[in-house]
């Protein structure tokens, strides 16, 4: 099983020198966000779902992968509810494992994998009391543009996956 662990700007080895994390990156309209790697089980494109009756909106419904039934949560929906999303060869699903739940979440595109150490990464600024402010980790600085780094079981508690989150506390 995947161990999860959260990535702060202050986190150092043993020798005192900055450790490194490596990210999954990928896009929702023009921002660029990251995960932890370490939770993602694979990437696919985006296929038709089964709906789920009275769902939230950002709940596309669920998918059978190999035999488990993974919910498909929209990120754009959620964090950019102002733009329809729209659905393209480019659309892709990141299947997540957070502590043996796997969620599917869909993204505009997926970018690369990138290592960032703890100098590079800033803290998130407060923001207010939104939902998502508290799923925001920090800021990944690179030299042509900043990511976005989202703790995954905040996230996915955010969007009403209880379970995911609180076995992930």
Do not use: W
Not at 121 to 149: D, F, K, Q, Y
């Amino acid at each position: 099983m995947t161990q999860v662990s959260h990535f702060k700007a202050s986190d150092e080895d043993q020798n005192g020198l900055h450790s490194s994390k490596e990210f999954l990156t990928f896009t929702l309209g023009s921002e660029d966000y990251g995960i932890d790697i370490h939770v993602v089980q694979e990437l696919r494109g985006y296929e038709q779902v089964t709906r789920l009756a009275n769902s939230m909106d950002h709940l596309k419904g669920v998918i059978n992968l190999r035999g488990v039934i993974v919910p498909i949560v929209d990120m754009r929906i959620k964090l950019q509810p102002e733009k329809p999303p729209v659905y393209d060869q480019f659309t892709v699903v990141i299947v997540i494992n957070l502590h043996g739940q796997v969620v599917g979440i869909v993204v505009d595109s997926v970018s690369d994998v990138v290592n960032l150490n703890s100098a590079d990464i800033r803290p998130a600024p407060e923001v207010g009391n939104t939902v998502e402010s508290g799923c925001i980790v920090g800021l990944g600085v690179l030299e042509e543009r900043m990511l976005i780094l989202l703790d995954t079981a905040a996230l996915l508690e955010s969007v009403g996956l209880h379970q995911t989150a609180k076995l992930a506390a």
